[in-house]
């Protein structure tokens, strides 16, 4: 409207939304899903022969070789076989099963679609659905729309966000009280916290859901975004088959994934795989018919989802361009990750852990009694008013850490370290000072 702000554009640190903050598309994704766009393109030698393998390999799979026809409701089959190639080789030959593989519209509608058949009851027997404080927004959005119950169990700010099993126990027993719980949701990597789980943690917590007969939903959508040293990705599935046979013939177990993170943040494709195990066989014939419902998730999503599980290999065209492009963003992230958590610790009144993973920080932050009195009588949280202020004063937008819940009396922000490096100081620079200011207002 005219109005002269103190600042010249919206800085947008509020969503994960990597090509919306200026990342490159990878080339090789891009010219496979143009390719099976527009099959005519495979005549053009602009296009390496790499990639229309992919793409005809693609395109016989798909109803009329065409992207335009409806997969099957679980997806594409040939790329399902890719999804299960994927999880073998990832996790060191564990076995994958490709009718275990389930194509979805991103990452969440997976997550909604497996609550959906697993919440059931009424009153003391409705289901409850564990899941991490600070959680991200999907999981109580799901889990209010289904009527279920939401059990919160809180992670370790002290201990780097790290999860506590006695805290898992804490959370279930005091739960048992008012709902049954059913479902244990873990966040790895994290998801606002950026924590990477070890692998004793996911030990324990996959004894913890045997011993008490929980489904585990692990949300591993960050799985290639780890940057601490000392840090590894375990994904859920090998974990608990190298627990051996008791816990990965019985552990219930639906692990998800999505080009819109990693190193690719194509968000807009809306691709995703879950995979199920142990599944009872009648839940399964449910689980297909609730996805049928909406016919087939986006089969250009499908497509993007194939080159995320099968990129180029050693030996082939596009492989070192591939490699190239893949770690400079991943290496591009780390030091975002670095610089970032520095940042922040070193300004007065703003604490933050390591970014072991993910693509945000979540750092906590001083917020004086003057403040918090003006945002109740604005009726609004305290990190409410707080972002509202950064936003107002100097453009950046970031997300109040009472939208992922906090311990009582802590207050947060989350931000993602998507903007260039250059743009991201710029930033950080401008939080560093409104920080100070607000303190020095409200001291």
């Known amino acids: ?107 969440s509608d997976g997550i909604s679609t497996i609550l959906k058949i697993l919440v059931s009851g009424g009153g003391k027997s409705r289901t409850g659905v564990m899941i991490p404080i600070p959680q991200y927004p999907l999981y109580s959005a799901a889990i209010s729309e289904l009527g279920a119950i939401q059990v919160n169990y809180y992670l370790d700010e002290e201990n780097c966000w790290s999860l506590d099993v006695n805290e898992l126990r804490r959370s279930l027993n005091e739960a048992k009280a008012y709902c049954n719980p059913k479902v244990l949701c873990i966040i790895n990597p994290g998801n606002p916290t950026g924590q990477v789980q070890n692998r004793k943690c996911i030990e324990d917590v996959i004894h913890f859901a045997w011993e008490e007969k929980l489904f585990l939903l692990a949300d591993e959508v960050y799985q290639d975004n780890v940057y601490s040293e000392g840090c590894q990705f375990h994904s859920f599935k090998k974990i608990l088959y190298e627990m051996g046979p008791e816990y990965y013939n019985n552990v219930e177990l639906a692990s998800f994934h999505s080009p819109s993170k990693g190193y690719m943040g194509e968000c807009g494709y809306r691709g995703g795989y879950m995979e199920v195990i142990n599944l009872h066989p009648e839940m399964k014939g449910q689980l297909v018919k609730l996805l049928s419902v909406r016919i087939c998730s986006p089969v250009s999503g499908q497509a993007a989802m194939d080159i995320v599980v099968n990129p180029p290999v050693p030996g082939e065209e596009s492989y070192s361009q591939f490699i190239k492009e893949k770690e400079s963003v991943l290496n591009n992230l780390a030091k975002k990750a670095k610089l970032t958590e520095d940042m922040f610790n070193k300004v007065p009144g703003v604490h933050c852990n390591p970014l072991q993973g993910a693509m945000y920080a979540f750092p906590r932050i001083f917020i004086p009694s003057k403040a918090i009195e003006e945002a109740k009588a604005h009726k609004m949280a305290p990190d409410m008013l707080y972002c509202m202020k950064l936003l107002e004063e100097t453009g950046i937008c970031v997300v109040p850490g009472s939208g992922f819940g906090q311990r009582e009396g802590s207050y947060h922000f989350r931000m993602t370290i998507l903007p260039p490096v250059e743009k991201l100081k710029i930033l950080l620079e401008k939080m560093k000072d409104f920080h100070i200011k607000f303190l020095e207002k409200y001291a």
Do not use: W
């Open 1 to 107: 409207q005219g109005i002269k702000k103190p600042f010249t554009e919206v800085i947008k640190a509020n969503i994960g939304d990597a090509h919306a903050m200026g990342q490159r598309p990878i080339t090789f994704l891009r010219q496979v899903v143009a390719l099976c766009t527009y099959p005519n393109l495979m005549d053009s030698p602009s296009f390496p022969e790499d990639a229309k393998n992919r793409a005809r390999r693609i395109l016989q799979g798909c109803g009329g070789n065409s992207l335009g026809a409806y997969s099957a409701s679980q997806g594409i089959n040939c790329i399902r076989e890719d999804v299960a190639s994927y999880i073998e080789r990832r996790d060191g030959g564990v076995p994958a099963d490709p009718d275990n593989i389930y194509l979805t519209t991103g990452a």
